[in-house]
């Protein structure tokens, strides 16, 4: 069994993570935008964060995640192979479990739109896939 290149699960993590993060500002700001000002308005939504450093956090965590889909990656390829299939199916699983029993379970119980935790699930959703996609084309043992 190959060690696992950790150089180059570090580069694909931050490739990954750039992405992610594009991503992530694409649905917040562009699809989500309008609807936070309204549900702030409405009292659903806080007008200001808990946490100060919320988006700073957010960003940091998106690249820790992509740390950890690369490496996973890295991990897997040598029993399920190399490529873009491998990436696809790992971080659509991965996503998976990331984005879907939380948004379920806030789109259930939360009197807010359903809207929100359908677009949340989305981003955390298809950024796993999109970072896991982007590990994988420049991982190399």
């Known amino acids: 069994m190959a060690a696992v290149n950790s150089r180059r699960v570090l580069i694909g993590a931050l490739a990954g993570g750039v992405v992610w993060t594009i991503w992530s500002m694409v649905v917040n700001i562009a699809v989500l ?5 309204v549900a702030q308005k409405a009292g659903q939504l806080l007008a200001q964060p808990r946490y100060p450093f919320f988006l700073g956090i957010w960003i940091l965590t998106l ?4 740390y950890i889909l690369a490496w996973l990656y890295a991990s897997v390829r040598t029993t399920q192979g190399a490529g873009p299939g491998t990436a696809l199916q790992l971080g659509t699983l ?13 789109s259930t119980w939360s009197p807010m739109s359903r809207y929100f935790p359908l677009w949340w699930m989305i981003e955390v959703w298809i950024g796993a896939i999109l970072a896991t996609l982007v590990a ?4 190399r043992d």
């Open 63 to 66: 690249f820790l995640l992509s």
């Open 33 to 37: 935008g309008h609807r936070y000002e």
């Open 136 to 139: 994988g084309w420049l991982y």
């Open 94 to 106: 991965v996503g998976f479990a990331m984005a879907f029993p939380l948004n379920f379970s806030m």
